[in-house]
Nanobody, 117 residues
Framework: VQLQASGGGLVQPGGSLRLSCAAS????????IYWYRQAPGKQRELVGSITRGTSTTDYADSVKDRFTISRDDARRTAYLQMNSLKVEDTAVYYCNALNEYFRIDYWGQGTQVTVSS
């Protein structure tokens, strides 16, 4: 397994979760990391990203100011900190490591996040 996502679970509205995306190889530091989510009956949606090197982040409008993406290249792990969670954040969350030049394109297996009272 090249990438493994974890940290999902059941949380009440307004709560927080932190997802992790752990890589098994040195490709991690060469990769931009993307977080996606897919809710039942909906298309996969890009949540946000963090670049290699400068760790520049970008977010979908729906999660801006609530979610934060970070990375620790020494631990080969990326994180998605989710605060002020809403029912509509319920989805399976996936991480993706991408570097087209080096032909890196790995996906984690997905982790379920359920926001419900």
């Amino acid at each position: 397994v090249q990438l493994q996502a974890s940290g999902g679970g059941l949380v009440q509205p307004g709560g927080s979760l932190r997802l992790s995306c752990a890589a098994s190889g040195s490709f991690f530091s060469l990769s931009d990391i993307y977080w996606y989510r897919q809710a039942p009956g909906k298309q996969r949606e890009l949540v946000g990203s963090i670049t290699r090197g400068t760790s520049t982040t970008d977010y979908a409008d729906s999660v801006k100011d609530r979610f934060t993406i970070s990375r620790d290249d020494a631990r080969r792990t990326a994180y998605l900190q989710m605060n002020s969670l809403k029912v509509e954040d319920t989805a399976v969350y996936y991480c993706n490591a991408l570097n087209e030049y080096f032909r890196i394109d790995y996906w984690g297996q997905g982790t379920q996040v359920t926001v419900s009272s």
